[in-house]
């Protein structure tokens, strides 16, 4: 890639890849110091260190702070990102499907655009909550996935899972309560379950798994109408411009990278 | 090979800019092949290599930075980590711990913190390791200062 050279004041200028000494081109991070790198250059390094028979095979020492790393964090778009595990190749990404990242994008529009397609209130009051649905699991795995960009998953969706199920179990225990106490309780429950591993989305999380269930629908139906109602292309080459022009209209929400559990949590 | 050119290039470029940068080095890069370098570096003060100016020649792979540069002193210096006759440097990060980070002016910085810190426990110069092992403080400043002397001071006239 061909970089605009001579212009001082870009920070590339000032602050160049410490391996090849340009401008860095296609920014990667590592995923522990955040350590900028260009993608080539780190990932060329990284392919060094592994061939070494001696290395410690799943992490790489930072060549500027010799922090030891994990991954190589590439390709943010403003919603997305991808990652190369060290010593794993591409692994990650293989998994993180084009339906992975359309379902993330999902998750940045306006909450409450399908409610006058579903009925969640007769969902509730009908008492259908109380039959198991069978979709679910699969539905929850792959939005965890993209919501975490984490291949393994299992762990958080069992632990949602169990949650759902002995709140049913109590339900079909219990007497029969006014629906939308137990509508809270449910919702409530959820988010607690998922909110350690989901921070900041785990609220749109639980209108969406409300909404999955409410819906009726297999995962691929479910789909279907996200994007018939979106009138979103489910195109490989869509860009991040026009996922975020459109989100923006749907949406307020401004996609933003939720990595970490934020400081502002915390404090909290 | 295009990739550790263009990086020496750039080293070349920023050695040329930062002449007067640090003083005890001066890094030259060979006319005709960009893979070849030397350095005249000073010896630190406050060291038996004080006073002296010693040779130091690269030869850079075509995989650097991926791979370090092979140094070695070619003035003679009396040194535990530093061979007697070849002036192979034993330093770790020429070796398990070189980082592509480096550049040739910082491995140049890294072999002058080396002269004033030997490390008798890793030598390559038998005799010199085994006076500071022996706590002869005083034979290695001496032999070491001799040879600084010969070999590495500027010839007057």
């Known amino acids: 890639m061909k970089q605009v050279e001579g212009s001082s004041e870009c920070s590339d200028g000032a602050n160049p890849c410490p391996i090849c000494l340009s401008p860095v081109s296609q920014d990667a991070y590592l995923d522990r110091c955040f350590h900028k790198y260009c993608y080539s250059c780190i990932v060329r390094w990284m392919k060094v260190i592994a061939s070494r028979p001696s290395r410690q095979a799943y992490s790489l020492k930072c060549p500027l702070c010799k922090t030891e790393n994990f991954s190589v964090i590439y390709g943010y778009d403003g919603s997305t990102f991808q990652r190369q595990y060290v010593n794993q190749g591409t692994v990650n990404s293989t998994f993180y499907s084009e339906a992975h990242k359309y379902r993330l994008q999902c998750y940045y529009t306006d909450a409450g655009i399908l409610n006058d397609t579903f009925n969640v209130t007769r969902y509730w009051k009908s008492g259908k909550y109380l039959q198991p649905n069978k979709w679910l699991q699969h539905w929850l795995k792959r939005d965890l996935q993209a919501l975490t960009q984490e291949e393994d998953v299992d762990i958080i969706m069992h632990h949602i899972l169990g949650v759902m199920d002995s709140f049913l179990k109590s339900e079909q225990r219990g007497q029969r309560r006014a629906p939308d106490l137990s509508q809270k309780e449910f919702k409530c429950l959820v988010a607690n379950a998922a909110q350690p591993f989901l921070g900041r989305r785990t609220e749109r999380f639980v209108d969406e798994v409300e909404l999955f269930l409410a819906s009726g629908l297999t995962m691929d139906a479910y789909d279907e109408v996200y994007t018939k109602h979106l009138r979103w292309k489910r195109q490989p080459e869509e860009t991040s411009e026009d996922a975020e022009d459109r989100g923006s209209k749907h949406a307020a929400t401004i996609p933003y990278l939720y990595l970490f559990n934020d400081s502002d949590e915390e404090a909290d | ?129 085994n006076l500071l092992r022996s706590g002869d403080v005083r034979g290695y400043q001496s032999m070491a200062r001799m040879y600084t002397r010969l070999a590495a001071s500027p010839k007057i006239g």
């Open chain 2, 1 to 129: 090979m295009q990739a550790s050119r263009a990086r020496l290039f750039k080293e070349y470029k920023e050695v040329q800019r930062e002449k007067s940068a640090d003083p005890d080095i001066q890094l030259v890069c060979d006319d005709s092949n960009i893979f070849k370098w030397t350095a005249l570096i000073k010896g630190p003060s406050e060291t038996p290599y004080e006073g002296g100016v010693f040779q130091l020649v690269f030869a850079v792979p075509e995989q650097y930075p991926l791979q370090p540069p092979q140094v070695r002193f070619l003035t003679k210096i009396f040194h535990p980590n530093v061979h007697f006759k070849t002036g192979e440097i034993c330093l770790d990060i020429l070796k398990n711990a070189w980082s592509p980070a480096w550049t040739l002016q910082s491995v140049c910085r890294a072999i002058i913190a080396l002269m004033a810190h030997p490390e008798p426990d890793s030598p390559l110069n038998c005799d010199s390791g």
